[in-house]
């Protein structure tokens, strides 16, 4: 039982791990400038 749960510590502790890790990458890479998005909530613009 407590090898079990052992485990699913573990699994989550590397998801979230691989979580952040997407997050991180992806607000490096953002381009810098501005984001302007045209959706069906109207126009938003975003300096980066």
């Not at 749960?5 to 810098?32: C, D, F, H, N, S």
Request: charged fraction near 20%; avoid cysteine; hydrophobic fraction near 45%.
């Amino acid at each position: 039982m407590k090898q079990n749960m052992l485990y699913v510590i573990i699994g989550a502790l590397v998801v979230v791990i691989i979580a952040l890790g997407i997050y991180v990458y992806r607000e490096q890479t953002r381009p810098k400038g501005v984001e302007l998005k045209i959706d069906d909530k109207g126009i938003s613009i975003q300096q980066n």
